[in-house]
Structures are given as structure tokens and as C-alpha cells.
């Protein structure tokens, strides 16, 4: 008697278009950074506007290239979990559960904790919080989030749309502003200073610096497994989306710049308020306050969209929490997976140990990037070229990408070597959790 069929497991449904991913793109990558870094890349650069206009582009087009190629990646394995799958397709199951592993513990989660703890901070330049009341908002803030995102997917990208399209005006309004009004511009662009070995090292640590300012583009692979047509939309979502930041990113330092002058900038920590309050009061740069507010709400919301979608493959692999691979009945979310990944990010928010959890190890991931890229090498050989999406310029595009992650990794592993050690041992701390799950799994059908 012929054993009964296995039902088919539930999938993601696909529900995500070109201006969901562009805006998830934009979303997720523009968090509190373009309103710090760009005074700290003046000051590494010795004051020049010029070298500072030349780091912000080449990150910028180091950064396209990654999306050009995972692009391509994306358009011939549209799958869930996206860079995990890709990894786990090319070079096996255990450096793609390391990442899962990193990003669940440490990078997503840490990266979610620091917003909403930020939030909070913000929050405080029109309520008056105690401590405690503090982490009571952030913890708030990521369950409000997560909330919205297990009632459903489609839900939780209107709310991305809609913030990100706010946060994105704004600044694009400001940056306009600060141009017209403000006249430090005025001779900016002409002083270049003496080439030194210091200012050499400068430049190397303001491009790693603007590089991390645009992480977080990779996200957008793990809704491949949600998006409409994915084999055309989502290669011209990442690529039009990373192309937007550098458009943004430039016009934001320009604008910072013509209201307060080169110096000016070097000598705040908070440089957009700084830079509207010279120009339009403090009045306008409390307004400056609100859209920070916004742009880390929506940072937050999109990591929480996108992440759970890692969790959830793993765990369909069988190396993870079984209960994580679920759909949720009416929603059709990985519930599970985006509450796991709220709980420990509201943890890590309580107890405040994700600032030296995310010191420690967040460099670790431009290893995993890397090795998704190198990923495209390995695909092309078995199968060719796709039908759909090919990367321009193979293969010095995703060489040239490859290369610069290895120069962050090694970057890191020079100048901070005790704390690059702590990091890789975090991130092969998961091995035993590896061989354990796939203990688990023998004698067990095949999950896929």
C-alpha cells in the first residue's frame, strides 16, 4: 500500500514590486549615518572637499557593484534567504549557516537594537525619558515594528513605502536648501592638501567608513523569495536603489557643506542639525530631529522585513529552529521567524550588549558579501550565463567587489587585530550549533 503524499509545504507569497525594493533598498540603508559620517570623513581627509566628494563616489560605485552582481544573482535564484542561499549553493550548507548565524545573533539583531536605542535617544529632544523609560521605548519600537510585519508582508512594505518616501523627500528637501541658502560652498572644491602617509591612511579609513554608511543594499535578497517577476524587477530594483544613495549621499554632503563651510562641518558631531539650524533656526533643526526619527523607523522596519526571511530559509534547511520555517496560517509571514528575531533584538536593546557584540563582529559580514559575489563565478561555470539578467562587465564587476571586501576584512584584521580575532570566534562559535542541527536532521526526509 502506497505511503499518503506529503502535503506540499506552504511558500512565501509574492507580493513585492520595483518600487517596494527600490524604496526597501533606500529604506534599510539610510538610517542615523548620512547625518554623522560625512563630518567625520572631512576631518579623516584633512578638510578636503574634493577627496571627500572622490571617497563618498568610489564607496558609491564599489556599492553599485555589489548590487550589478548580486542583481544577477537574484534574477536566476529568486529564493528565499537570498545571499544565505547563495552561499549555501556554492560553497555548501556551513559557511551559509556561519552567516545566518551572525546575522541572527549579532549584525541584524545588533543593527535593529542600535536603532531603536538611537530612537530613544532622539526621542529625547521633545520628551523628557529616564533611563529606563529609555529602553522602554526601544523595546516598544521593535515590537510595534515587528508587530506590523507579521500581520503581513504586503502591510509591512506600505509602511516602508510610506516612510522612506518621507525620510527621502526630506532629506532631498534639506540638501536643495542648505545649497540655495547656505555659502560655504565658495572656494570648497579647489584646496587640495599636501599627499602624506597620514592623509593616505586617512583616505583608506574614510572609504571603509562610507562603505559601511551604504551596507545594508544586500538586504534586499532575502525578499527575492517575494517578489513579483523577480527575474526582471529585482536586478533594476538593486541597482536603481544603490544608484539613488549615491545621487542622495553626494547632494547631502554638498548641502552640509554650503550651509556651514568645510570647517564647520569637521567641528560638529551632529552635522545636519548643525548645518539647518546655521541656516533656517532652531526651529527647522528640531524638524531635522523628526525626519531622524523617521529614517531609523524605517531602517528598523526594514531589517525586520527582510532578515526573518534568512531565518526562515535556514530553518527550511533544517539548520535552524524548526518552528522558524513556519508560515503564519492567515498572514502567510514567517511569523516565527520575524518574533525570534524581535525578542533577541529587544534583549539586546534591554541589556545595551549589543554595542560591543556589533564592534566586534559587523566587519565579519563583508566576508559572507564577499563570498556571495564570488558565488556568481561558481554558477556561471555549472549553468552559463542566465537568460535574464546578466552583470555588465563580467568579470572585473564582481572582482572588483570581491577585492573590496577583502580589503575591509583585512583592513579590520590590521589596525584592530585582538578584536577581529573575538569576531571570527563569535562567527565560528556557531560550528557546534551547525553540527548539532545537522545531527538532528539524519534519518530525516530532505528538506527540500
Same mark, same amino acid.
Given at each position: 500500500?502506497?505511503?499518503?503524499?506529503?502535503?506540499?509545504?506552504?511558500?512565501?507569497?509574492?507580493?513585492? =514590486?520595483?518600487? !517596494?525594493?527600490?524604496?526597501?533598498?533606500?529604506?534599510?540603508?539610510?538610517?542615523? /549615518?548620512?547625518?554623522?559620517?560625512?563630518?567625520?570623513?572631512?576631518?579623516?581627509? @584633512?578638510?578636503?572637499?574634493?577627496?571627500?566628494?572622490?571617497?563618498?563616489?568610489?564607496?558609491?560605485?564599489?556599492?553599485?557593484? =555589489?548590487?550589478?552582481?548580486?542583481?544577477?544573482?537574484?534574477?536566476?535564484?529568486? !529564493?528565499?534567504?537570498?545571499?544565505?542561499?547563495? +552561499?549555501? !549553493?556554492?560553497?555548501?550548507?556551513?559557511? $551559509?549557516?556561519?552567516?545566518?548565524?551572525?546575522?541572527?545573533?549579532?549584525?541584524?539583531? =545588533?543593527?535593529?537594537?542600535?536603532?531603536? *536605542?538611537?530612537?530613544?535617544?532622539?526621542?529625547?529632544?521633545? *520628551?523628557?525619558?529616564?533611563?529606563?523609560?529609555?529602553?522602554?521605548?526601544?523595546?516598544?519600537?521593535? +515590537?510595534?515594528?515587528?508587530?506590523?510585519?507579521?500581520?503581513?508582508?504586503?502591510?509591512?512594505?506600505?509602511?516602508?513605502?510610506?516612510?522612506?518616501?518621507?525620510?527621502? /523627500?526630506?532629506?532631498?528637501?534639506?540638501?536643495?536648501?542648505?545649497?540655495?541658502?547656505?555659502?560655504?560652498?565658495?572656494?570648497?572644491?579647489?584646496?587640495?592638501?599636501?599627499?602624506?602617509?597620514?592623509?593616505?591612511?586617512?583616505?583608506?579609513?574614510?572609504? +571603509?567608513?562610507?562603505?559601511?554608511?551604504?551596507?545594508?543594499?544586500?538586504?534586499?535578497?532575502?525578499?527575492?523569495?517575494?517578489?513579483? !517577476?523577480? @527575474?526582471?524587477?529585482?536586478?533594476?530594483?538593486?541597482?536603481?536603489?544603490?544608484?539613488?544613495?549615491?545621487?542622495?549621499?553626494?547632494? *547631502?554632503?554638498?548641502?552640509?557643506? #554650503?550651509?556651514?563651510?568645510?570647517?564647520?562641518?569637521?567641528?560638529?558631531?551632529?552635522?545636519?542639525?548643525?548645518?539647518?539650524?546655521? *541656516?533656517?533656526?532652531?526651529? #527647522?533643526?528640531?524638524? +531635522?530631529?523628526?525626519?531622524?526619527?523617521?529614517?531609523?523607523?524605517?531602517?528598523?522596519?526594514?531589517?525586520?522585513?527582510?532578515?526573518?526571511?534568512?531565518?526562515?530559509?535556514?530553518?527550511?534547511?533544517?539548520?535552524?529552529?524548526?518552528?522558524?520555517?513556519?508560515?503564519?496560517?492567515?498572514?502567510?509571514?514567517?511569523?516565527?521567524?520575524?518574533? #525570534?528575531?524581535?525578542?533577541? $533584538?529587544?534583549?539586546?536593546?534591554?541589556?545595551?550588549?549589543?554595542?560591543?557584540?556589533?564592534?566586534?563582529?559587523?566587519?565579519?559580514?563583508?566576508?559572507?558579501?564577499?563570498?556571495?559575489?564570488?558565488?556568481?563565478?561558481?554558477? &556561471? &561555470?555549472?549553468?552559463?550565463?542566465?537568460?535574464?539578467? &546578466?552583470?555588465?562587465?563580467?568579470?572585473?564587476?564582481?572582482?572588483?567587489?570581491?577585492? #573590496?571586501?577583502?580589503?575591509?576584512?583585512?583592513?579590520?584584521?590590521?589596525?584592530?587585530?585582538?578584536?577581529?580575532?573575538?569576531?571570527?570566534?563569535?562567527?565560528?562559535?556557531?560550528?557546534?550549533?551547525?553540527?548539532?542541527? &545537522?545531527?538532528?536532521? @539524519?534519518?530525516?526526509?530532505?528538506?527540500?
Amino acid at each position: 500500500m502506497n505511503a499518503p503524499a506529503t502535503p506540499p509545504r506552504a511558500e512565501l507569497a509574492r507580493t513585492l =514590486g520595483v518600487t !517596494d525594493l527600490v524604496l526597501l533598498v533606500i529604506g534599510t540603508v539610510i538610517g542615523s /549615518g548620512i547625518f554623522i559620517v560625512p563630518a567625520v570623513v572631512l576631518r579623516q581627509v @584633512q578638510g578636503s572637499l574634493s577627496l571627500a566628494v572622490l571617497v563618498w563616489v568610489l564607496a558609491g560605485v564599489l556599492s553599485l557593484l =555589489g548590487a550589478l552582481t548580486y542583481g544577477e544573482l537574484g534574477a536566476g535564484r529568486p !529564493d528565499a534567504g537570498g545571499l544565505y542561499a547563495y +552561499i549555501r !549553493d556554492a560553497f555548501g550548507p556551513l559557511p $551559509a549557516f556561519l552567516y545566518g548565524w551572525t546575522k541572527f545573533f549579532v549584525i541584524a539583531s =545588533g543593527s535593529a537594537a542600535t536603532l531603536a *536605542v538611537a530612537f530613544s535617544s532622539y526621542l529625547k529632544e521633545f *520628551v523628557a525619558l529616564s533611563p529606563i523609560q529609555a529602553k522602554m521605548v526601544a523595546v516598544a519600537m521593535l +515590537i510595534v515594528i515587528g508587530f506590523i510585519n507579521v500581520r503581513g508582508t504586503r502591510r509591512s512594505a506600505g509602511v516602508q513605502n510610506w516612510s522612506t518616501g518621507v525620510k527621502l /523627500g526630506a532629506i532631498v528637501i534639506m540638501s536643495v536648501l542648505l545649497l540655495g541658502r547656505g555659502s560655504g560652498m565658495s572656494g570648497a572644491m579647489t584646496a587640495l592638501p599636501t599627499f602624506t602617509p597620514s592623509l593616505l591612511t586617512g583616505l583608506g579609513l574614510s572609504l +571603509i567608513g562610507v562603505l559601511w554608511a551604504y551596507e545594508g543594499w544586500q538586504y534586499v535578497t532575502f525578499a527575492a523569495g517575494e517578489t513579483r !517577476d523577480a @527575474q526582471r524587477t529585482f536586478p533594476l530594483a538593486i541597482t536603481v536603489g544603490t544608484a539613488l544613495l549615491i545621487v542622495l549621499y553626494l547632494l *547631502v554632503n554638498l548641502g552640509y557643506v #554650503a550651509a556651514l563651510g568645510v570647517t564647520g562641518v569637521q567641528e560638529t558631531e551632529r552635522v545636519a542639525a548643525t548645518a539647518v539650524n546655521a *541656516v533656517f533656526g532652531p526651529v #527647522a533643526a528640531k524638524g +531635522i530631529t523628526v525626519i531622524i526619527l523617521v529614517a531609523m523607523f524605517s531602517a528598523t522596519n526594514g531589517l525586520t522585513l527582510t532578515a526573518p526571511r534568512l531565518y526562515f530559509s535556514m530553518a527550511r534547511d533544517g539548520v535552524f529552529f524548526a518552528k522558524l520555517g513556519e508560515l503564519h496560517p492567515r498572514f502567510g509571514t514567517p511569523a516565527f521567524a520575524i518574533i #525570534a528575531g524581535t525578542v533577541w $533584538a529587544s534583549l539586546l536593546a534591554l541589556t545595551g550588549t549589543f554595542e560591543q557584540l556589533l564592534t566586534y563582529v559587523v566587519f565579519s559580514g563583508w566576508i559572507f558579501y564577499g563570498l556571495g559575489a564570488m558565488s556568481l563565478f561558481v554558477f &556561471r &561555470r555549472r549553468s552559463g550565463p542566465p537568460a535574464t539578467f &546578466r552583470v555588465p562587465g563580467y568579470p572585473v564587476t564582481p572582482l572588483l567587489f570581491v577585492g #573590496a571586501s577583502a580589503a575591509i576584512v583585512l583592513n579590520a584584521v590590521i589596525t584592530a587585530p585582538a578584536q577581529a580575532l573575538i569576531g571570527l570566534g563569535a562567527v565560528l562559535a556557531g560550528i557546534p550549533a551547525f553540527l548539532y542541527w &545537522r545531527r538532528g536532521r @539524519q534519518g530525516s526526509p530532505p528538506p527540500r
